[in-house]
T-cell receptor
Framework: QQQVKQSPQSLIVQKGGISIINCAYENTAFDYFPWYQQFPGKGPALLIA?????SEKKEGRFTISFNKSAKQFSLHIMDSQPGDSATYFCAASRRSTLGRLYFGRGTQLTVWP | NAGVTQTPKFRILKIGQSMTLQCAQD?????MYWYRQDPGMGLKLIYYSVGAGITDKGEVPNGYNVSRSTTEDFPLRLELAAPSQTSVYFCASSPTRTSGGDNEQFFGPGTRLTVL
């Protein structure tokens, strides 16, 4: 079954707006939660990641919010730009699985001017 | 560093044909992975390797085989190609995860495979 559930499947946001993508997981053994960004025709690339000992991590316009008790985490993109248009994947892994990542199904973000 | 390289970029196969997707990395990473990406389905792990000579199955290994004779190379073999194997294939690598450390995976540009 899907270890990490991601929503929405697609998202359209106006330039300057806030994009929010949500993920949920069941396995409490997960201890690393990255977000990957993928542009058309390219491989995914790490955008930002968080560990469960913090509730928020911010890098520029990108923020991960993490709710351990609810087993949810989300990506917020502030001041969204057309260049942010891409597919975003959340993922999770646990220490015992030697780096193996479990990916969500992805969110296709379109930022229109 | 070239990072993770994959060849070919595109390939069309007929049902029943075989082929090998090549993957190489020059970052001296121990861990390597093969994923397939289908529209709306995310990335599914096919096989992975934690070092030369060591491989293991992922979520969707049927119809595929791998080998890892060197740290740098991790080829994926398709035997008896089927239309269900039409997909985009990504190879990735990562360094050994240290205690408390993160585990970034570095992806190649992908191979788009069509089986007709």
């Amino acid at each position: 079954q899907q270890q990490v559930k991601q929503s929405p499947q697609s998202l359209i946001v106006q330039k300057g707006g806030i994009s929010i993508i949500n993920c949920a997981y069941e396995n409490t053994a997960f201890d690393y939660f990255p977000w990957y960004q993928q542009f058309p025709g390219k491989g995914p690339a790490l955008l930002i990641a968080i560990r469960p000992d913090v509730s928020e991590k911010k890098e520029g316009r990108f923020t991960i919010s993490f709710n351990k008790s609810a087993k949810q985490f989300s990506l917020h993109i502030m001041d969204s730009q057309p260049g942010d248009s891409a597919t975003y994947f959340c993922a999770a892994s646990r220490r015992s699985t030697l780096g193996r990542l479990y990916f969500g199904r992805g969110t296709q973000l379109t930022v229109w001017p | 560093n070239a990072g993770v390289t994959q060849t070919p970029k595109f390939r069309i196969l007929k049902i029943g044909q075989s082929m090998t997707l090549q993957c190489a990395q020059d970052m001296n990473h121990n861990y390597m992975y093969w994923y397939r990406q289908d529209p709306g389905m995310g990335l599914k792990l096919i096989y992975y390797s934690v070092g030369a000579g060591i491989t293991d199955k992922g979520e969707v290994p049927n119809g595929y085989n791998v080998s890892r004779s060197t740290t740098e190379d991790f080829p994926l073999r398709l035997e008896l190609a089927a239309p269900s194997q039409t997909s985009v294939y990504f190879c990735a690598s990562s360094p050994t995860r240290t205690s408390g450390g993160d585990n970034e995976q570095f992806f190649g540009p992908g191979t788009r495979l069509t089986v007709l």
